[in-house]
């Protein structure tokens, strides 16, 4: 099956199945959001991640956590994930 994208300012905007007026055609794995410099679709480049700072309820788990007054397993499960992941922990 053929594939037919529309382009804004270098951009795939659509997709579909047939041929329309401002659309050319592509590969079927092109999708919407993929760059074309006029020859190719690319993905573009994804941006690195930021690093969430921990939430009051987090840090103040994780303060109890480093002092003692807890151990991991009373913490509930998706705050130990994160003050566990978080690479301020001083263990």
Same mark, same amino acid.
């Given at each position: 099956m053929?594939? +037919?994208v529309k382009i804004d300012n270098g951009v795939v905007v659509q997709k579909q199945p047939y041929k329309a007026e401002g659309f @050319? =055609?592509? #590969?079927?794995?092109?999708v919407c959001g993929m760059l074309y410099d006029g020859e190719? +679709?690319? =993905? #573009? $480049? /994804? #941006?690195?991640? /930021? $690093? !969430?700072p921990l %939430?009051?309820? $987090? !840090? +103040?788990a994780k303060n109890l956590l480093d002092s003692g007054k807890v151990t991991e397993a009373e913490i509930p499960q998706g705050i130990r994930e994160r003050i566990? !992941?978080?690479?301020? @922990? %001083?263990k």
């Amino acid at each position: 099956m053929n594939y +037919f994208v529309k382009i804004d300012n270098g951009v795939v905007v659509q997709k579909q199945p047939y041929k329309a007026e401002g659309f @050319i =055609k592509a #590969p079927k794995d092109v999708v919407c959001g993929m760059l074309y410099d006029g020859e190719n +679709f690319t =993905k #573009p $480049e /994804q #941006p690195e991640p /930021q $690093e !969430q700072p921990l %939430s009051d309820l $987090e !840090q +103040f788990a994780k303060n109890l956590l480093d002092s003692g007054k807890v151990t991991e397993a009373e913490i509930p499960q998706g705050i130990r994930e994160r003050i566990l !992941q978080d690479k301020r @922990i %001083s263990k």
